[in-house]
């Protein structure tokens, strides 16, 4: 599952703003820790306090300016783009080191369930090649991106023509298609595949649809995490599914073993399609800093 440019012509163009964030008020200093991508660097301090991001979604790149995409089409035709479509010509360009100030000027934006959600700033300019390889050459409805980073401000109109969304700083990002994530989940003893991946599919998507996973609270965090990084939720979901009960709903709440640390308790509900009784599973999931991690492993739970 897995990025840079600049340089302008030489007609005097108007000072560009670059992306600001949004700094405390004077006197006052951020709580909690900070990315080191955070500092101010006129003043010496940092600028706000961190919040985090583990988001699924899709990357786009887009022209900013009329200037850029004028300079992006001599670039196009610089090269031998015969029998390409569109999208091919677009990742080729970019894809060719001589046209890394391109990348640079670009728009990154990641979208969520279609809409548009973080303006992506990479934190290292190696960061650029992974933004490069999100942009297939042969786009699919399946393809996905997971950004890990931390959200800043929002960015300035003048950025990303009016585009004011908030501007995230890429720490890690990852892109891979949805049925090669479901076909790569490691599938338990005598299950069998085809039945395996519909109930990882399932699991899959209903994480993805929970409403208004943009991936920047604790439990979308958290539920993302999970469907990225642990199996052991579609195994069960499969088995559930052989004893005739359906996924019911999937929650997530804080833990009750929170306190200098911050755990979610993500709860699975399984209901008997002929009985309609309840189980339930729950994993928890620590999400204090910017990349959670497994706290237990996943068990009964029995409401309080």
Known sequence: MDEETQEHLSEP??????????TPAEGEMPEGPVHPAMHCPACGQASIAMAFVYAIGRIEARFPRLSVEKEFAQAAGRDDTNGKTDQEVFHKVLSDPENRYLVRQLCWILTVQGLETYFL?????KDYDRLVEAIRPQPSPMDLD????VRGGIASPDLCNGLMIPIVILD??????????????????????????????????RILQVTDNAGATDEHRALNYLAMRYPAIYGRTAEEFDQGSSLSSVDVRPSPLSGTRNIMDCIFAYTHRSTDVTTKFFVRVDVTEEFPFLVTKLSPYYDR
Do not use: T, W
């Open 13 to 22: 163009a108007p000072p560009h703003k670059e992306p600001s964030l949004v």
């Open 121 to 125: 700033q990479p934190h290292d300019a």
């Open 146 to 149: 997971v950004v890990i980073g």
């Open 172 to 205: 890690q990002l990852y892109s891979f298609d949805r049925n090669a994530l479901i076909q790569a989940i490691p599938r338990p003893e005598k299950r069998k595949k085809q039945e395996f991946e519909a109930a990882a599919g399932e699991v899959f998507d």
